[in-house]
């Protein structure tokens, strides 16, 4: 046998240090909806208790809306439970081609392709682009996905600091020997919630004659005057050469991504990036609820300006409360700890108290940048944003964080 006591130990030693270090990571049990108000059982097995949802991808509350789940269910019942192959076999419907035309509409680009998720699509599409003739150029807090997806190509890899404009102007100079130049950015950084400067990004493409890959997961739907995403915000629509999305987050939140953008891209993915080739393609039922969001979001901006509206309620009552969290204007709100066992402690009470957060420590965040990363919904209503508030300062007072400095929080806690 060659899993052997020795090295069952081995494994079993490391996962008894993270619990040792007040780090180790546990699942909690949904028995509801995913929704602003949820059912949870944690530890697992544990008793049900109703909680406020505080930390879901859920950002337009499109997760459990009655016309997604109909349109869903009409799915399922005219075009059947899954297609058993990949695309270019016997994967494709009419109602893929749909999406992927009404993808393109709304993101405002050439064509698209759907992968099975956001992540495959950044699987997949460098390799499908780029040779050892040319040279990524990625923000150093672009998704984890990419990084991944940047390891499977086999062009040369570079970074900037984070929204280093200066930086990447350098780079760019560097590299002007290259084939193809393209800068890596994500829209909304998931951890940080801050923004790209995709304005700026895409005046230094222009400049070096350099392409730009933008992965909106986090804002397609709900960041710009019509939720198109950050180039809407940032006034760069139909100047970005590649987007890459989820369906998973504002979008329905269920599964499914693409590569929307400059034609020829789109048909090189199609002809050969591997997730796609290999992978089943999206389910006939996620494929029809996602039809009925963008149509219900490309009829009203209703839900993204109450999203907007949570949002400044919650960043400017958490930063008057004396919690320290990251500035920015997206609905993603980290509350920083800096310590881990204090960020899984802190989530702790405030499950004890109603409310559903999660601590994030790494390797998830940087060593030193624990935090509790808070994301509002169009779902919430304002009792479930003042009762979280609530809970939020009482455990702020409980550790004693309310109006401190990151020095003096970490001179508490450690790093």
Known sequence: MSYTQTTRSIYGNQLEDLRKQGIFKEERSIYSRQNSDIEVAFPIGAEHKHVINMCANNYLGLSSHPD?????????????????????????????????????????????????????ANAGVFEAVLTDEDVMIADRLVHASIVDGMRLCKAQQDTYKHSDMAHLEEKLQLHQNKRIRLIITDGSFSMDGDLAKLDKIVELAEKYNAMVFLDDSHATGFIGKTGRGTHEHCGVLGKIDIITTTLGKALGGASGGCVSGRKEIVEMCRQKARPYLFSNTVAPVVVSGALEVIDLISKTTERRDK?????????????????????????????????????????????????????????VVPKGQARIRTQLSAAHEMHHLEKALDAFLKAGKRFDILHKTKQEVIAMYGQ
């Not at 997206?330 to 004890?352: E, G, R």
């Open 68 to 120: 997604v789940i109909k349109a869903a269910h009409e799915g399922l019942d005219s075009r059947g439970y899954g297609m058993s192959s990949v695309r270019f076999i016997c994967g494709t419907q009419d109602i893929h081609k749909e999406l992927e035309k009404k993808l393109t509409e709304f993101l405002g680009t050439e064509d698209t392709i759907l992968f099975p998720s956001c992540m495959d």
């Open 307 to 363: 999203l907007e509206r949570n949002t400044a309620f919650w960043r400017k009552g958490l930063t008057e409360g004396g919690l320290i969290i990251k500035e920015g204007e997206t609905p993603i709100v980290p509350v920083m700890h800096f310590n881990a066992k204090l960020s899984q402690d802190f989530a702790k009470t405030l499950y004890d108290d109603g409310i559903y957060a999660v601590g994030f420590f790494f390797p």
